[in-house]
């Protein structure tokens, strides 16, 4: 007898197989009426074990496997995910039907379709036939193949003789129970570190234990430790490391300039922020009868201290980067080397790696040059000092002397040719506003101010442009594999839409043609109501910026071969490329690079710790901000509409950059259509259009520092009226109110 369980299988795995009936079936495979029983009970078995389906009206067709994908996910405080599938074809299934989604698409999951699944942790996803409104595709989690983390931070409590902990910035929905009260002599209230011994699923509670007790909550510096513990960001050096250090003091020599080019008798200065934390550009620049320039970029020879292999190298490599928090530094090197040896300190000699270019009047450049050279700094200057003196050179003539007067005149003079030829190459000039929290001596915040940048900043800007594009040039020309700084032209897909968004604001441009058209858009809206919706969809459209040893290009540069060189002393791919540097100079052609897997890896890594640290720094400061806020409830300030979606719009303000969320409920009553591809709410009744980019005016409804949420209430024109005012403002109000009553 037939294995027809076997046959009516075949049949079906073939792509062009035809749904049928029971009867046309058995014609097409030939079966005998006398077989038909046992035919019959093959197709029933088959449906039993969901191997074949029939319809209502006893059509057989096969099933198709739901696709699967595997990616990573990021959960919202509001309980849903989203998943960004692995582009890699060996983290799928490749024996199942492919997945229909589209490069970079994010997959939406519902809160119930999590299974326990945290932001960071590799999962697999299976593809539901629904799509939400607007067409984003929905998912759900099968399984976690690989958990992100099992450490978390969150705050201790106590209850019914049992301990427990909420992690923060709702994590996990539920509290981890940690078992006897008083575990490592915590006490309600305290911030805490809990590691997780088993995660929730949906019928068991999260347990852990807790591994460290980090101090009171709102106690001044545990919301930085918080932070440093949920990052995982490296602190404190091992002492190994410590003692390499230590070594490397003991055995620098400063007049020891043995192949190195002597410039400690140049007019070479350095230009920094007034609260820069570390020192590693200075700049030297002639200027010759016909007009043609030499510049000197200075770079700190890291390389000399940091040796391939040592446990001074081998850290640097794992922290990848220095992290900048709000109250202090995490440094990638100790502080010996990092403010140092290798910091551009004035009046110190200090090792350095030197580049030489030479521009002709026009700002273009002819011939580069290359040293290890040793330098001492005249004069450190901050950014505030700089374009008073360059007003009104006269005026400071007593207090800065004629050589670095001129200097900063030459600086100016080929900076701003320099910039003037690079956008019209078509470089991109975004210009976002940008705000800088100010803090009190205890790390709280005690208000804002808007960041400027000036030509002060433009001049250094354009020669550390300058110096990474000659040293990438170089690299490339030898044919030396180096971790590129790239970034790729963006998706022309996005483009599109963003060619959409900015035709329903009235200008007829189109964006997907090329970046010179980008450029003519961000030129053509520049000053007028409309520029920051469009300068932040345009920056919505960009790809991110990663290392890589892939020859992919700057497109914001408009540069095809680009690396970063100016900052050893934070940036370990700086520390790299200086090495080739050397080689370069010491070997020619000789020199020995990383081969170009070990580039990937390492171009991974470092793009993964830069995004870790300003992940960091960002979340710590909107702790510190929620803080500031959770007793201003009422306060109203202007804010730009930084994201729109169908739940509401996100808004940043602008005179305290914290963003919140303003609920559709929380806007005028309504209903709204919710316009995904132009970043739009509209009301249907009012006409009300709420658009990514717009100015508008809020207040502060509702502050949760647990679950790290801002809620903003949309305040109308007719209350703006009766209740305007200043965060400055109010704040003078209610320390007059707060004297009255005393």
């Given at each position: ?24 079936l ?109 067409g ?24 019914a ?5 909420t ?69 404190e ?6 003692e ?64 391939p ?47 030489f ?18 330098i ?19 005026a ?42 100010d ?12 960041v400027?940048h ?8 354009e ?54 058209e980008?450029?003519?858009l ?148 309504d ?41 903003y ?20 109000q ?9």
């Amino acid at each position: 007898m037939a294995d027809y369980t076997a046959l009516i299988l075949r049949y079906y795995a073939d792509p062009d197989a035809q749904p049928l009936n029971s009867k046309e079936l058995a014609i097409w495979l030939g079966v005998k009426k006398s077989q038909w029983s046992p035919f019959k009970a093959a197709i029933e078995q088959l449906i039993e074990a969901g191997a074949i389906r029939k319809s209502s009206s006893g059509i057989l067709s096969k099933v198709r496997q739901t696709p699967k994908l595997v990616g990573t996910i990021k959960r919202t405080t509001s309980g849903t995910g989203y998943f960004r599938p692995s582009r890699d074809p060996e983290a799928e299934n490749a024996d199942e039907a492919p997945p229909e989604t589209e490069p970079d698409e994010v997959i939406y999951i519902e809160p119930g379709d999590l299974q326990g699944a945290m932001t960071g942790d590799t999962v697999e996803v299976g593809l539901s036939r629904r799509r939400r409104a607007g067409g984003q595709r929905i998912g759900r989690v099968l399984r976690v193949i690989e958990r992100a983390r099992s450490e978390f931070v969150g705050t201790y409590h106590e209850k019914a003789g049992r301990g427990y902990v909420t992690v923060d910035a709702g994590l996990l929905d539920q509290p981890v129970s940690v078992g006897d009260p008083g575990a490592k002599g915590a006490r309600p209230n305290d911030k805490v570190v809990v590691e997780i011994l088993k995660f929730p699923t949906a019928d068991e509670s999260a347990e852990g234990v807790l591994t460290k007790v980090l101090g009171t909550h709102g106690q001044p510096g545990i919301d930085c430790l918080s932070i440093i513990h949920e990052f995982n960001l490296p602190d404190e050096f091992p002492e190994p490391v410590l003692e390499a250090a230590r070594d490397v003091v003991r055995n620098f020599n400063e007049s020891d300039l043995t192949d190195r080019l002597d410039l400690t008798q140049e007019t070479i200065i350095t230009i920094d922020p007034v609260d820069a934390r570390d020192f590693d550009d200075a700049i030297s620049l002639t200027e010759d009868k016909d007009g043609h320039w030499r510049l000197g970029v200075h770079i700190a020879d890291v390389s000399h201290f940091v040796q391939p292999g040592t446990p001074l190298d081998r850290e640097a490599k794992d922290r990848g980067t220095s992290v900048y928090l709000p109250d202090r530094v995490l440094p990638m090197l100790p502080e010996l080397i990092s403010n140092g040896l290798a910091s551009l300190q004035e009046g110190h000699v200090r090792y350095t790696k030197s580049v030489f270019i030479d521009f002709n009047p026009e700002g273009l450049p002819t011939g580069t040059e290359f040293a290890n050279s040793a330098i001492k700094v005249m004069r450190r200057f901050a950014y505030e000092e700089v374009m008073p003196i360059l007003e009104d050179p006269e005026a400071h003539r007593t207090r800065v002397s004629a050589k670095v007067r001129a200097l900063l005149d030459r600086m100016h003079r080929l900076a701003m040719t320099l910039r003037r030829r690079r956008f019209s190459r078509g470089a991109l000039d975004l210009q976002l506003p940008e705000v800088k929290i100010d803090f009190d001596e205890n790390g709280r915040v005690s208000g804002a101010h808007r960041v400027s940048h000036d030509e002060s900043h433009q001049i250094i800007e354009e020669f550390m442009l300058a110096a990474n594009i000659a040293v990438a040039t170089k690299l490339s020309q030898e044919g030396l594999p180096y971790l590129h700084r790239t970034h790729a032209a963006p998706d022309e897909g996005k483009l599109r839409t963003l060619g959409s968004f900015v035709k329903g604001l009235g200008f007829d441009v189109k964006p997907w043609v090329g970046r010179q058209e980008i450029q003519k858009l961000l030129d053509l809206v520049r000053g007028q109501p409309a520029e920051q919706a469009i300068s932040y969809a345009v920056l919505r459209s960009m790809k991110q910026a990663e290392y890589s040893p892939a020859e992919v290009g700057h497109f914001a540069l408009a540069e095809d071969f680009y690396c970063h060189f100016t900052s050893p002393i934070r940036r370990y791919p700086d520390l790299l490329v200086h090495r080739l540097f050397d080689g370069l100079v010491r070997h020619g052609k000789k020199t020995k690079a990383p081969s170009v897997l070990q580039l990937v890896k390492l171009g991974e890594h470092c793009s993964e710790t830069e995004r870790r640290a300003e992940s960091a720094e960002r979340e710590l400061i909107k702790v510190k901000l929620l803080e500031y806020l959770k007793d201003k409830i009422g306060w109203q300030m202007q804010a730009t509409i930084t994201g729109v979606e169908r739940f509401g719009l996100f808004c940043l303000g602008i005179e305290l950059p914290a963003e919140g969320l303003v609920h559709v409920r929380n806007l005028p009553q309504d209903q709204y259509d919710y316009d995904e591809k132009g970043h739009v709410l509209v009301g249907r009744k009012r006409d009300q259009t709420y658009r990514l980019g717009d100015r508008v005016t809020v207040e502060v409804a509702r502050v949760d520092t647990h679950k790290r949420t801002l809620d903003y209430r949309l305040v109308l024109p007719e209350e703006i009226s009766r209740r305007r005012g200043s965060l400055k403002t109010q704040e003078k109000q209610k320390k007059v109110r707060r004297k009255r009553r005393g």
